[in-house]
């Protein structure tokens, strides 16, 4: 398949760039993967879609505020993407102005409490930055750092607890696993409370979920890789959905992309923690996953071929097409679909 065969025409108003003021007041579209037939509703109307007996898989990663402004001891200002902890306060980085940024540059944070030197210019213009500060380096980042907003969004974003979901845990993604972010902590106790069971895992998000695919032929995209764990316990849980004839439903393609890297062939789940750069497309066989709860995704992304080898491209691209019509919000700030 081609990449071009995943695009669709999205209108840039329809772009999300704030949050709604109610997380579940958000729209959610249905799409059953077999008819392709849609629905229309909110996202707190989520609990007429689930059965009891039904499990809820959520990804429980924590966004990095690690968006760092500062300046060079001449004045000039700066900016310091966290990436990857090297260790030994090291980190690998994106930076600008690059050309400024070489191997000896300093860089001040904050009112000094924090400051780097830029050590080794890296592949695909990343640096290695070694930090130097007094106290607790996650505390000062939740002082000093923004969130790492993706690049389709132009606004400042006014509450950082808008970019991590409520049930946010394990720091260490660059970019929020955004299906979870409609969830609040009512709407998760009223399914629990009809009979659904509510599992985590951890995927810590990449920026490479953002970068496009160059290949012509999809087959040709190398995927980016990530970190994930996933319990004793949630693995049991899924296990005894499994078993017990119930459904089990990702809350977005990061805790999909985790529980299909560490299934058995026959499905089956146990501990385990590792990295992944599974590539899901059209024609991949599902080991656990029965239903997706998603946002939508850019055109000609992997994300949308993911959801197009669950659903079939056809009826994907539908979709999408009536959500234009129905001017959904789109990406990390907008509405769901329930694919089912």
């Known amino acids: 398949m081609k990449t071009s065969d995943f695009n669709f025409y999205l209108p840039e108003e329809l772009i999300a760039q704030t949050p709604l003021e109610r997380r579940d007041a958000s729209r959610l579209l249905t799409l059953d993967k077999q008819s392709g037939q849609t629905g229309h509703y909110h996202f707190y109307d989520l609990p007429k879609f689930l059965r009891p007996g039904d499990c809820l898989v959520l990804n429980n990663s924590r966004v990095l505020p690690a968006r760092l402004i500062g300046h060079r001891p001449t004045g000039g200002v700066c900016e310091v993407l966290l990436l990857t902890d090297k260790g030994d306060n090291q980190w690998e980085c994106l930076v600008r102005p690059g050309r400024k940024l070489r191997p000896g540059a300093q860089v001040i944070f904050g009112d000094g409490q924090l400051t780097a030197t830029i050590e080794e210019e890296l592949d695909d213009g990343k640096r290695l930055v070694r930090f130097y500060y007094q106290g ?6 939740e002082a000093l750092g923004k969130m790492p907003l993706p690049p389709y969004i132009k606004a400042e974003l006014q509450d950082n607890e808008r970019y991590q979901t409520v049930y946010s845990k394990v720091m260490g993604s660059a970019a929020a696993p955004t299906a979870g972010l409609h969830f609040t902590p009512e709407l998760l106790e009223q399914v629990q409370a009809m009979g659904v069971k509510v599992c985590y895992v951890t995927l810590h998000v ?11 032929d999809i087959q040709d995209h190398e995927m980016h890789s990530e970190f994930c764990m996933i319990s004793q316990e949630t693995a049991d849980i899924i296990n005894e959905t499994k078993a017990s004839g119930g459904r089990v439903i990702c809350v977005g393609t990061t805790s999909c992309r985790t529980i299909e890297s560490f299934a058995a062939e026959d499905g089956t789940m146990t501990e385990r923690s590792g990295w992944t750069n599974i590539f899901i497309y059209p024609g991949y066989r599902f080991k656990v996953l029965d ?8 055109p000609q992304s992997t994300l949308i071929m993911l959801v197009s080898a669950l659903a079939g491209r056809e009826h994907v691209l539908a979709a999408y097409e009536e959500a234009v019509r129905e001017r959904y919000r789109f990406f990390s700030f907008g509405d769901a679909m329930f694919i089912s």
Request: hydrophobic share 55%.
């Open 136 to 141: 607790i380096f996650l505390e000062i980042l």
């Open 206 to 216: 990449g920026l490479g979920t953002f970068r496009p695919v160059k290949a012509e």
């Open 291 to 298: 239903a997706l709860i998603t946002n939508f995704h850019l």
